[in-house]
């Protein structure tokens, strides 16, 4: 493994954290709970870990979350930037057996993709937030852990639907190693 960030890993978290600022700010529905909602950004966010690993995903999780709070509450909330990161590590560190270079996207991967991201994001914002926000904020249990539940819901399904959209169309882009065959 390289001891240093690819060229292409460094702006795939430059851009990807952008994306996601921009998504965070302008493509959300609000779910009715008070500071939740569904974040197409999330769905990104699985997209990018997927393609480039966990480093750029735990990185475009915590800089691009981290910015989007910023700029959209004038504070950082860090429990839920801290589950960005989560999100984006984990997601990616299991990417490798998504070979989307290959052009391959099908049944068995997206239910791998999908197995994957529910399991990290339920561990993510079902524990890890309601508890970070109780550790940090102590912020009272009832309420954290309703967020916490809608807000991981709500990715869950972003990500399934929009993340596995993302990832199929991508998929399609790339050509299959099999599909070239040399002239005699």
Excluded: C
């Amino acid at each position: 493994m390289n001891k240093h960030l690819s060229i292409k890993t460094i702006v795939a978290i430059g851009i990807g954290s952008a994306v996601y600022v921009i998504l965070g700010r302008f493509l959300t529905i609000p779910t009715g709970i008070p500071n939740t909602n569904i974040e197409t950004a999330t769905a990104f966010l699985t997209f990018i870990a997927v393609l480039f690993g966990p480093i750029a995903g735990g990185l475009v999780g915590l800089i691009g979350h981290a910015l989007k709070d910023s700029l959209l509450w004038g504070s950082i909330w860090w429990s839920w930037v801290l589950v960005s990161l989560f999100v984006g590590f984990f997601i990616g560190l299991f990417s490798h057996r998504i070979k989307l270079e290959e052009g391959a996207f099908g049944k068995k991967q997206i239910i791998q993709f999908n197995a994957v991201q529910l399991l990290v994001q339920a561990i993510g914002w079902f524990l890890l937030a309601p508890v970070l926000d109780i550790v940090i904020y102590a912020e009272p249990v009832n309420k954290v852990f309703t967020q916490g539940l809608v807000a991981g819901l709500a990715n869950i399904v972003s990500a399934g639907v929009i993340g596995t959209l993302l990832l199929a169309a991508y998929a399609k882009t790339q050509s299959r190693s099999s599909s070239l065959t040399k002239e005699g």
